[in-house]
């Protein structure tokens, strides 16, 4: 391969079966003798670990630098609440002034804005990024500080860690909200997983109009294909979205997710369907 190839597989709400893609795309491609980096981006939930089982070697706390306020300092010039556009620093006057350390999101305006120096940088602890290898597969994830809502923050760092590979596989958080557009940040190709149901179909729009305005070339995957109606595939076929693999809704998928096997080990036929997805995407990505 020229270049690494950076892939996020999404979905636009979650149980679609974006993590079953994930990981046995990730086993089929490294048993084939490409290096494969996978990063559970899900970070306030991730499961990729259930399947890929994998030996960690690393562990790291993640900081963000959040204001800590001198009030001796202050001189009461407001500067600083009027520069926080999320509520995290409020002042009350009298040389009162508080913090909402969830609530920030490190810009840093308010340290560098202050003229007193009252307020200085302290660090916040967010969650932990762990690291290691299953099998032939480098895997990394993160996982939020239960309380905590910066994922996006996390999941940035998380990012950053990742080691040039062949091939890099981001297991996405489900939806379109912030957590989702930062997983999708300079990646250079999306698979959308989704279902063929009324829920599956209008989630799956979202998640087009997003990776649309993302200017990201994306496909399709279908799971569960067969447990709904047809509308799904005509909705990408109207709007002329490629659909690179549908795996059938066969019962042994589930029983197998159930207790945390990888689909193309408890069923090795299915193997020539991610070997397949795999060849697609790599026909789509250089269009």
Request: some cysteine; proline content about 4%.
């Amino acid at each position: 391969m020229a270049k690494q190839l950076t892939i996020a597989i999404a979905s636009g709400k979650g149980g679609t079966g974006k993590t079953t893609i994930a990981t046995n795309l990730a086993k089929v491609i490294a048993e084939d003798g490409k290096g494969v980096y996978y990063a559970d981006c899900d970070v306030e939930e991730p499961n990729g670990h259930i399947f890929l089982k994998p030996q960690i070697e690393q562990s790291r706390t993640v900081t963000v630098p959040v204001p800590q306020v001198d009030e001796n300092k202050c001189t009461d010039c407001g500067k600083c609440g009027e520069v926080c556009q999320y509520g995290a620093i409020v002042h009350l006057g009298n040389k009162k002034v508080l913090t909402f350390d969830n609530l920030c999101h490190s810009c840093a305006g308010c340290w560098m804005l202050c003229p007193a120096g009252a307020i200085t940088q302290k660090k916040m602890e967010i969650g932990i990024i762990e690291s290691g290898n299953s099998g032939d597969i480098h895997f990394a994830h993160g996982k939020l500080r239960i309380g905590n809502i910066r994922s996006v923050s996390l999941i940035n760092q998380l990012k950053q860690s990742i080691k040039a590979r062949d091939l890099v596989i981001l297991d996405v958080p489900p939806g379109t909200s912030c957590p989702v557009v930062e997983s999708l940040k300079n990646v250079d190709f999306v698979i959308l997983v989704t279902e063929p149901t009324p829920f599956g179909l209008n989630d799956l729009k979202l998640a087009v109009d997003l990776v649309r305005k993302m200017e990201i070339t994306f496909a399709v995957v279908i799971n569960r294909d067969g447990i709904g109606d047809d509308k799904c595939e005509k909705y990408c076929q109207q709007e002329n979205i490629s659909i690179l693999m549908k795996l059938p809704d066969d019962r042994r998928i589930a029983e197998a997710y159930s207790v945390g096997k990888m689909v193309v080990d408890a069923l090795p036929e299915y193997r020539k369907d991610f070997t397949g997805l795999y060849e697609n995407i790599l026909q789509e990505a250089e269009k």
